[in-house]
């Protein structure tokens, strides 16, 4: 068998196959059994037709396009394996020459890993500022108020509901997801909602429903909804007093191994400290690919590219889904895009990960 590899745009190659009649024959004889199996010709058991009589029956193209198929599969990977490829898309078959006592050739094209010749990152890893990280006063009493609201003791209330009160409620709107009924509960003043949507819930008694609008703000992060006037109906589904534990040495103990308030207000600071320096750690691991790929040499194969962009464009769904609440084709209405213009504006980042994979996967050979 000879093989001749051909180098293509955009990490592509062409595979050029020709193989002697004398190694492509045995695959024939093979496709005679194969074929022959099924073939019932009077005068002959299934499998005992002579070939000569099933070459008549079936035609000889028929058994030379099996025998064909049968030696691609072997000799194909056999290829990729001796060249020590890389493929990263389905190989793509053309038979050129396919005649009985000739060579049998065919050509397969296929995208592979390119070939990466990385700048000098240990000079560029020695260049960057590592930054330490430090937990404030603050950082503390902040988690260890989320913790203790964590463990509030809830006792319903009769009343209208006032600011601080724990409320649940149930909501709609004719313009947020074809009038989906959503629930939500909070302290009320405190959910950091549209401007004025839990002004007009305080004064609500139990069961109460109420209509009413809120503009909402031209820089609101909801850009579907982003300075406009939205139409809401809400009813009270409950309201509660919120007691908050106090936080002495006996909340710490409840908690678990704490044999004081100090004892646990370090172990958050600890734990604190701990996650900053994993996020930092990230940041700079960003930073130091960002700075290599920006000086990496290689070409970027299309496939790898469009599949980050189809992920991305999957996690958009998502966030669209789970955060706005509306369906993905009302979104992009909203946004006066195609959803392949969509996709497409995702081709920088798409890149970028292909980068920082190509960049990890050559150093982790390397070290």
């Not at 004398?22 to 002579?50: C, H, M, Q, T």
């Not at 305080?202 to 069961?207: Q, R």
């Not at 309201?239 to 106090?246: A, F, G, H, N, R």
């Not at 979104?331 to 292909?354: M, W």
Request: some cysteine.
């Amino acid at each position: 068998m000879k093989t001749e590899i051909k180098k293509l745009p955009k990490s592509e190659i062409e595979i050029l196959f020709e193989i002697p009649w004398e190694e492509f024959s045995p695959y024939v004889e093979k496709s005679y059994s194969i074929l022959g199996k099924d073939v019932a010709i009077k005068g002959f058991r299934k499998g005992n037709v002579p070939n000569d009589i099933l070459e008549k029956e079936i035609g000889q193209g028929k058994i030379l396009e099996q025998a064909a198929d049968l030696i691609v599969k072997d000799k194909y990977p056999q290829a990729i394996y001796r060249e020590k490829l890389e493929p990263i898309s389905r190989p793509e078959v053309n038979i050129t020459k396919l005649a009985k006592g000739n060579p049998f050739e065919f050509k397969v094209k296929v995208s592979v890993l390119p070939d990466i010749v990385l700048p000098d990152y240990q000079t560029i890893v020695s260049k960057i500022e590592k930054k330490e990280v430090s937990v404030t006063d603050k950082d503390v009493e902040d988690a260890l108020k989320w913790v203790q609201q964590s463990r509030a003791a809830f006792t319903p209330l009769e009343r209208e509901a006032k600011q601080d009160d724990f409320i649940e409620i149930e909501y709609q709107s004719p313009q947020i997801e074809s009038n989906k009924l959503f629930k939500d509960k909070f302290i009320l003043g405190k959910a950091k909602l549209a401007p004025g949507f839990e002004k007009n819930l305080e004064g609500m008694k139990k069961d109460e429903e109420k209509e009413f609008s809120v503009l909402f703000p031209k820089e609101h992060n909801n850009k579907v909804l982003a300075g406009k006037e939205i139409s809401f109906k809400v009813k009270m589904k409950s309201i509660q007093k919120m007691e908050l534990p106090e936080l002495n040495d006996e909340f710490a103990k409840k908690l678990g191994e704490f044999k004081d308030l100090e004892t646990l207000k370090n172990n958050i600071k600890d734990n604190l400290k701990k996650e900053k320096e994993l996020e930092q750690r990230q940041k700079t691991r960003n930073e130091i690919l960002e700075k290599i790929g920006q000086e990496l040499k290689c070409e970027i194969p299309e496939i790898l590219v469009e599949n980050q962009k189809n992920e991305l464009l999957e996690d958009l769904k998502q966030r669209v889904d789970q955060g706005l609440k509306i369906p993905f084709e009302e979104y992009l209405i909203q946004i006066k895009k195609t959803e392949k213009e969509a996709k497409d504006s995702f081709a920088d980042s798409a890149e970028k990960r292909v980068k920082n994979f190509l960049v990890l996967r050559e150093v982790g050979k390397k070290e």
